[in-house]
Nanobody, 124 residues
Framework: QVQLVESGGGLVQAGGSVRLSCAAS????????MGWFRQAPGKEREFVAT????????YYAESVKGRFTISRDNAKNTVYLQMSSLKVEDTAAYYC?????????????????WGQGTQVTVSS
């Protein structure tokens, strides 16, 4: 089994920044892409960003492109999401996920392990 634990969420003002972390433990060896998703109340979970195993391929949702940056440190089994120029509409629970392959896209079905989520609330 693989455990994913997110941290770094909280309350931030619009225009501010926050960095989320996702630490993996358990059966972590393997070359897997990682992703971040988010879910706002009453809405479906949506894709935010993904990064390949080597970290050389990244892909972002249009709504966050240019504002969010995904990165990873394989030596620490940790993936990060740097969020800048935050907007009220970025308010959501943010989830990290481990993909089934070394490169993954935006579909939730491409990921088979999920964290419990961390809340990010952006105030105006």
């Amino acid at each position: 089994q693989v455990q994913l634990v997110e941290s770094g969420g909280g309350l931030v003002q619009a225009g501010g920044s926050v960095r989320l972390s996702c630490a993996a433990s358990g059966r972590t060896p393997g070359n897997y892409a990682m992703g971040w998703f988010r879910q706002a109340p009453g809405k479906e979970r949506e894709f935010v960003a993904t990064i390949s195993w080597r970290g050389d391929i990244t892909y972002y949702a249009e709504s966050v492109k240019g504002r969010f940056t995904i990165s990873r440190d394989n030596a620490k089994n940790t993936v990060y999401l740097q969020m800048s120029s935050l907007k009220v509409e970025d308010t959501a629970a943010y989830y990290c996920a481990r993909a089934r392959a070394s490169v993954a896209g935006e579909s939730t079905t491409a990921y088979n392990y999920w964290g419990q989520g961390t809340q990010v609330t952006v105030s105006s």
